[in-house]
């Protein structure tokens, strides 16, 4: 660690330096769902950029079936992602995740979750999660080092909570919508709303105000 004037270099072992949770499921050999928590997700206008392990259950489903869905929990869901947390759908376990990680095919159970099926893609979706993203995986590559995969993934369809939704619009509210944040492996919440962009389409503060 190195001070130069009022800030330290330092390095940290992981820069998840707040980002959302996101719950991806994507379709086993057998047909059946594998869910995963991750938090290595943004957005490029209709298509989500997702970072995973190269080796995870995850990785082959996707490089096999690129259909998947893109689960955002809210932040009262943390529970239920760290049910996850721990588990892997892959069998025998990687090497990587020995004495850490244990193999559970039924992941939606083990975390408490409902399965709910999609509309255009075979993966199912998490019936609590307030935002649903059904998408497919249009472009897959490894990072600089091979240790993870860098997916492209096109969204098909989004399914929304109406309760987060401004009335009449296609618009998510952001005074609504609580996503889960994985800040430096802690869970948090967003605080108060400080402001908004001068592109913002829902620049009135809460639900009531939306139809003025």
């Known amino acids: 660690m190195i001070q130069t004037n009022d800030h330290l270099t330092i390095h940290p072992k992981i820069l998840y330096f707040g980002t ?27 298509v989500v950029v997702l970072g995973l392990g190269a080796e995870g259950q995850t990785a082959r489903n996707l490089r096999e079936r690129p259909d998947l869905v893109i689960n955002l929990p809210g932040a009262e869901q943390w529970e239920a992602v760290e049910r ?3 588990l892997t759908g892959r069998d025998p376990v990687p090497d990587h995740k020995r004495g850490a990680f244990r193999y559970e095919p039924a992941k939606f159970a083990a975390a408490g979750l ?42 098909l369809r989004v399914h929304a909570d109406p309760a987060i939704v401004v009335p009449g619009t296609d618009h998510v509210a952001p005074t609504a919508w609580r996503p889960l944040i994985y800040n430096f492996r802690h869970y948090f919440g967003l605080g108060p709303e400080l402001g908004h962009t001068f592109r913002s389409e829902t620049p009135v503060a809460g639900m009531a105000g939306a139809g003025r």
């Open 20 to 46: 959302p949770v996101v719950l991806l499921s994507t379709e086993n050999e057998d047909g059946t769902s594998n869910l995963a928590p991750m938090s290595s997700a943004w957005a490029l206008g209709q």
């Open 114 to 155: 409902r399965p709910e099926p999609a509309a255009l893609v075979r993966p199912q979706r998490v019936a609590e999660c307030p935002l649903q993203l059904e998408a497919r995986a249009a472009r897959i590559n490894p990072d600089l080092h091979g240790d993870f995969l860098i997916v492209e993934a096109h969204v």
């Open 84 to 86: 996850l947390a721990p």
